[in-house]
């Protein structure tokens, strides 16, 4: 990150903090509500079957009381972080979870799911919560606000919310890249495409559903995950050139699908958060921000680990996780998430304006 735009991240969160504190910690949004896949995934693969999960050791061990929470971190993600520069005190609950249900939808739900995406196959490869289903859950949600709050508040609540969205990264990892049935078929850029017609249904569905104030992350640099690299850097341990390569193709697409949506859709705020640049930034210049290893992660070896295979037993694990960009093979650790949120924050100014 250049120091124009740290100046410009620390005056925005500085800001932010002066804004929350004039009007007595109200939040700056009525509520906030994140959908996608293990970047935003708060726990909601704790309550369904499937084997991607992090609800045990080590991860959670430097979140709040040390708890497993079901996030893919050892502490609190970028998410986290958003909700906490915007004011909450706590955080969105996963909707499966029993902490949802009551005034604790009030602040918000999480619907994201780990190893979920724009393509639903994806999510059915993991037994994940695929966006479609995601948003049946958010309509599920809305006729619970309309009996808490009313007709008249709900609709208020939804429309002046933010909505956060975090999907890609798993459908071409997860997915494309090892799944000959999709990339002996289609290009990184056919495949691309399939993908940005299924951001563009669920925008407007979402809008349909009385959003309007809609925040979506670029796919990160793909090609820098420790993972990435193990499996497909072929011995060199540089990021993968050509799936960054795609990362960007794809980040470009979602920009101008996302320009054209806006001026169809009267009302809507689409806003793109760009994650790609910022974690680049932070994987090639990591002395510069802070970190000493950008190429291995935390979690076991680095090199490969998550979920399952980051566990407990792990060997190797590292001992202080915020000297490390990555918490395991496809994860950012909290400290990182940190530095990503601020960026968030200051490329989503327009949605809390």
Request: glycine residues 8%.
């Amino acid at each position: 990150m250049g120091i124009s735009s740290l100046l410009r991240t620390c005056l925005v969160v500085l800001t932010l903090n002066i804004f929350v504190y004039i009007i007595n910690g109200q939040p700056l949004v009525p509520a906030l509500f994140i959908f996608g896949d293990s970047v935003f995934d708060v726990g909601n693969n704790n309550y369904i079957k499937t084997i991607v999960k992090a609800n045990f050791p080590p991860y959670g061990r430097d979140f709040p009381k040390h708890i497993s929470t079901g996030r893919f971190c050892n502490g609190k993600l970028a998410s986290d972080f958003t909700a906490e520069n915007l004011g909450f005190t706590s955080y969105p609950p996963p909707y499966l979870s029993k902490n949802a249900p009551g005034k604790n939808l009030m602040i918000g739900a999480n619907f994201a799911s780990g190893s979920s995406g724009y393509f639903d196959s994806t999510a059915t490869l993991y037994d994940a919560i695929p966006l479609s289903k995601q948003l049946e859950y958010y309509k599920e949600y809305q006729k619970k606000l309309v009996v808490i709050a009313g007709k008249i508040n709900s609709t208020s609540i939804i429309n002046g919310s933010i909505h956060l969205i975090s999907a890609g990264s798993s459908d071409f990892v997860q997915n494309y890249y090892i799944n000959p049935l999709i990339y002996k078929v289609y290009t990184p850029n056919q495949f691309s495409d399939i993908l940005i017609k299924s951001y563009t249904k669920f925008i407007l569905e979402l809008y349909g559903l009385g959003a309007r104030k809609i925040g979506v992350s670029t796919v990160p640099p793909i090609g820098c995950l420790p993972a990435s690299i193990t499996i497909f850097g072929k011995d060199n341990n540089n990021c993968v050139k050509k799936m960054n390569n795609v990362a960007m193709s794809f980040n470009k697409k979602l920009n101008d699908t996302s320009i054209k949506l806006q001026k169809k859709l009267f009302g809507l705020n689409l806003v793109i958060l760009d994650i790609y640049q910022p974690l680049l930034d932070l994987v090639t210049h990591p002395a510069d921000n802070g970190f000493f290893e950008s190429r291995k992660a935390c979690c076991g070896t680095g090199l490969l680990e998550t979920s399952i295979l980051c566990n407990a037993k792990s060997p190797g694990t590292c001992a202080n996780a915020s000297e490390y960009v990555f918490w395991d093979g496809f994860h950012p650790t909290e400290a990182a998430n940190k530095v990503l949120s601020d960026d968030l924050l200051a490329s989503g100014i327009s949605l809390i304006s």
